[in-house]
């Protein structure tokens, strides 16, 4: 069913038939069949200072003996997705694993993870990593999940340390996953892990081998990469392309200031597991809703509303996912 904008939902406890998200999330969860149902409607425009959260649920490195609350089937992972809409995340960026736990691309479990989230009438945002594992997963293989035409894939604007492996994004390889990307109209999160990516993504624009919208995710803090600094993010910014949005991706500890400071300065932000383990030092967290709600009560103390999937659409220039009647049947419109 869908909730009439109108009218509030009813708030009860876990554990009963129902478990409602707060009412501004735009959306709420019914246990008994494991659905959600939306609050708002679906043309509803996004306010000007609405702020797009996403959550990162696995990541390539992380282990459940790191945190067992790392989702890494794809049962889990489409769980976590819906328990992080349900928390204000607009976005979610899955990566996949092997039956051993390993990193993949295999087109096959991505789409079964979309599967099962849009099965239970999940209207979130799904972001597909083309990363791989930084060196254990080929060139093909990484950009094989881009025929899925999922919303938005990662592009990884050039090569960096990562760790004590090297991760490699040749000229090459950016060139032909941006005509992937282009010709089955996914959209680029365009990932710049150090100020030269950047640069790289300026003469892709250049090039026209990417044209907007353009959608800016800054890794800040990785070891290899550019460190997490509130004046080293304003540098990342400044060298945008006029009207580009932007998200901030911090890892460890950095993850909840930089994330703040993205939403202090009028852009976005990521949260989630694959970034950080630990909801505070020494406490691990608990699961990826548990950071994305953290996330969205300081973006509300901020006011900055909360974008609802379909508003985060309409931020990023993504067709309208419609969510027909009954729920668990989703389509696109067409491209």
């Known amino acids: 069913m869908i909730v009439p904008a109108h009218r509030s939902p009813r708030v009860v406890q876990p554990g009963s038939d129902r478990y409602d998200a707060p009412a501004r999330l735009g959306v ?9 149902e939306l609050t708002v409607p679906a043309n509803a425009s996004p306010p000007p200072d609405a702020v797009i959260l996403s959550a ?24 976590s997705a819906i328990e992080c809409r349900a ?4 976005i979610v960026h899955i990566h996949v694993r092997d039956a051993s736990g390993k990193v993949t691309c295999d087109p096959a479990r991505y789409d079964r993870v979309r599967s099962l989230i849009r099965g239970r009438g999940c209207d ?22 881009v025929a899925l035409c999922p919303e938005i894939a990662s592009f990884d604007c050039g090569s960096v340390n990562f760790g004590d492996r090297v991760f490699v994004n040749s ?23 150090e100020v030269g990516h950047v640069q790289n993504a300026l003469r892709l624009i250049d090039e026209g081998a ?32 006029a009207g580009a949005k932007w998200s901030v991706c911090a890892i460890g500890r950095a993850q909840l200031p930089l994330g703040v400071a993205a939403m202090a300065m009028g852009g976005h932000a990521r949260t989630g597991l694959e970034d950080n383990l630990y909801y505070r030092k020494g406490e691990l967290a608990t699961s990826n809703a548990q950071l994305v709600a953290r996330l969205a009560r300081i973006a509300t103390e901020l006011n900055r509303p909360l974008a609802t999937p379909e508003q985060a659409r309409q931020m990023l220039g993504l067709p309208a996912l419609t969510l027909s009647p009954p729920l668990g049947q989703l389509s696109t419109v067409s491209r």
């Open 210 to 241: 990417l044209s907007p919208p353009f959608w800016f995710q800054f890794v800040l803090g990785l070891r290899g990469g550019a460190p997490a600094s509130v004046k080293q993010l304003t540098h990342f910014v400044d060298m945008l392309p």
């Open 56 to 79: 990162a649920l696995t990541g390539s490195w992380p282990t459940k003996e790191q945190n067992p609350a790392l989702p890494i089937t794809e049962a889990e992972i489409a769980d």
């Open 87 to 90: 928390a204000g995340a607009a």
């Open 124 to 145: 979130v945002v799904i972001n597909m990593s083309t990363g791989g594992g930084a060196g254990q997963t080929s060139d093909e293989e990484r950009m094989a999940p």
């Open 171 to 193: 000229p090459r390889f950016l060139a032909e996953l941006a005509k992937r990307m282009t010709s089955d109209q996914v959209l680029p999160e365009i990932e710049c892990f």
């Open 28 to 36: 709420r969860i019914c246990r008994r069949h494991e659905t959600l």
